[in-house]
């Protein structure tokens, strides 16, 4: 909302869709939650491309920071996830298939900067990577190759119609990502998620980025309909993964209106193999799919919503805590599962 709607030089309409204070975190908390992921847009921290300074900037940084130590004196970690983004002079009104050389690299050295004496903040790099070979300017370049060190694109998604426009620009890979939070002195937990809307995870411990102080995890993404949506996948794909390298299901999701069907087998499963994982999303929005509240109070939606509240409540491990100096609990296998809110 920080750069929808508006003039060309007055973007956005607000920062958060919902309250920002203790109360509000303490409702997420009450979930025996103990993580909350924010999605941010990196024109709107940057104060760029015309996002109105009310709503974008500094303006927009310090309510984030606000947002974050309302968020700890909960007792909730924060993660802070990249998921909006656009290269050169056009705003991030969307998602797009990589990270940009333009901003995305003045974006982590700014956030990273930032929290980096807040070591209960999670630098999660990128939300959903995808990339098919009609993206890129070179069609027979290696996608994972693009993934970590970055490539040429051949177009942009709008955020509206149509859905993408042609638009020469340089994707910057998660090397170079983690590079730019390292090199400021952060040590925080970086996230890396996969390809594929972060749903593909096959090739990552292949291709992972290399961290000087060995601190990253994988951002695994897991809904109903994606490439790696069964538990033969799952016991293929994603438990050797985790047994070498902490996984983080960023996002997952199920049905509200009807009976929930993906995740009363997903989320015990993660248990197993200890994954941590976020539920999508802490907004009352009106839809059918992914939605965990019916209000900010954190009464939860009906069929998704009342699964993932009572699953999280009945776990023995999942006792609501304090925030303490360091992330074992995050960073290790055998993670305490979590929820997410956005706003």
Same mark, same amino acid.
């Given at each position: 909302?920080?750069?929808? =709607? +508006?003039? /060309?030089?007055?973007?956005?309409?607000?920062?958060?869709?919902?309250? %920002?204070?203790?109360?509000?975190? *303490? !409702?997420?908390?009450?979930?025996?939650?103990?993580?909350?992921?924010?999605?941010?847009?990196?024109?709107?921290?940057?104060?760029?491309?015309?996002?109105?300074?009310?709503?974008?900037?500094?303006?927009?940084?310090?309510?984030?920071?606000?947002?974050?130590?309302?968020?700890?004196?909960?007792?909730?970690?924060?993660?802070?996830?990249?998921?909006?983004?656009?290269?050169?002079?056009?705003?991030?009104?969307?998602?797009?298939?990589?990270?940009?050389?333009?901003?995305?690299?003045?974006?982590?050295?700014?956030?990273?900067?930032?929290?980096?004496?807040?070591?209960?903040?999670?630098?999660?790099?990128?939300?959903?990577?995808?990339?098919?070979?009609?993206?890129?300017?070179?069609?027979?370049?290696?996608?994972?190759?693009?993934?970590? =060190? +970055?490539? /040429?694109?051949?177009?942009?998604?709008?955020?509206?119609?149509?859905? %993408?426009?042609?638009?020469?620009? *340089? !994707?910057?890979?998660?090397?170079?990502?983690?590079?730019?939070?390292?090199?400021?002195?952060?040590?925080?937990?970086?996230?890396?998620?996969?390809?594929?809307?972060?749903?593909?995870?096959?090739?990552?411990?292949?291709?992972?980025?290399?961290?000087?102080?060995?601190?990253?995890?994988?951002?695994?993404?897991?809904?109903?309909?994606?490439?790696?949506?069964?538990?033969?996948?799952?016991?293929?794909?994603?438990?050797?993964?985790?047994?070498?390298?902490?996984?983080?299901?960023?996002?997952?999701?199920?049905?509200?209106?009807?009976?929930?069907?993906?995740?009363?087998?997903?989320?015990?499963?993660?248990?197993?193999?200890?994954?941590?994982?976020?539920?999508?999303?802490?907004?009352?929005?009106?839809?059918?799919?992914?939605?965990?509240?019916?209000?900010?109070?954190?009464?939860?939606?009906?069929?998704?919503?009342?699964?993932?509240?009572?699953?999280?409540?009945?776990?023995?491990?999942?006792?609501?805590?304090?925030?303490?100096?360091?992330?074992?609990?995050?960073?290790?296998?055998?993670?305490?599962?979590?929820?997410?809110?956005?706003?």
């Amino acid at each position: 909302m920080c750069i929808q =709607l +508006g003039t /060309a030089t007055e973007r956005g309409w607000g920062i958060f869709d919902g309250p %920002t204070d203790l109360a509000s975190a *303490r !409702a997420i908390a009450s979930w025996h939650a103990n993580v909350i992921r924010i999605p941010l847009n990196e024109d709107c921290w940057l104060g760029i491309n015309g996002v109105n300074p009310k709503y974008g900037g500094q303006s927009y940084r310090a309510s984030v920071k606000s947002f974050v130590t309302a968020l700890h004196r909960a007792g909730l970690y924060v993660i802070l996830d990249l998921h909006w983004s656009a290269p050169g002079a056009i705003p991030a009104a969307s998602q797009q298939p990589m990270p940009d050389q333009d901003h995305s690299l003045a974006f982590w050295r700014s956030v990273a900067r930032t929290f980096k004496r807040d070591q209960n903040v999670v630098f999660d790099l990128y939300n959903e990577p995808f990339l098919y070979t009609s993206y890129l300017q070179d069609p027979t370049q290696d996608l994972w190759h693009c993934w970590l =060190l +970055g490539c /040429a694109l051949n177009q942009y998604l709008t955020g509206g119609n149509p859905y %993408t426009h042609g638009y020469i620009w *340089r !994707a910057a890979g998660m090397q170079t990502l983690v590079d730019v939070v390292r090199s400021t002195g952060a040590r925080n937990l970086i996230l890396v998620p996969g390809l594929d809307w972060a749903n593909d995870v096959s090739q990552w411990l292949t291709n992972a980025p290399v961290d000087p102080i060995h601190n990253l995890a994988v951002s695994w993404h897991s809904y109903p309909g994606e490439g790696c949506a069964d538990e033969a996948c799952w016991n293929r794909v994603v438990a050797p993964l985790a047994r070498q390298v902490p996984v983080v299901a960023g996002e997952t999701g199920d049905n509200v209106c009807t009976a929930p069907t993906y995740d009363p087998t997903f989320l015990p499963w993660a248990d197993q193999h200890g994954l941590s994982y976020l539920g999508w999303t802490w907004n009352p929005w009106q839809d059918c799919k992914n939605i965990l509240i019916q209000g900010y109070n954190g009464t939860p939606t009906r069929g998704y919503g009342q699964y993932f509240h009572d699953h999280l409540i009945e776990l023995p491990s999942a006792a609501h805590h304090t925030i303490i100096p360091a992330l074992p609990d995050i960073s290790s296998r055998g993670s305490e599962p979590r929820a997410k809110g956005t706003k």
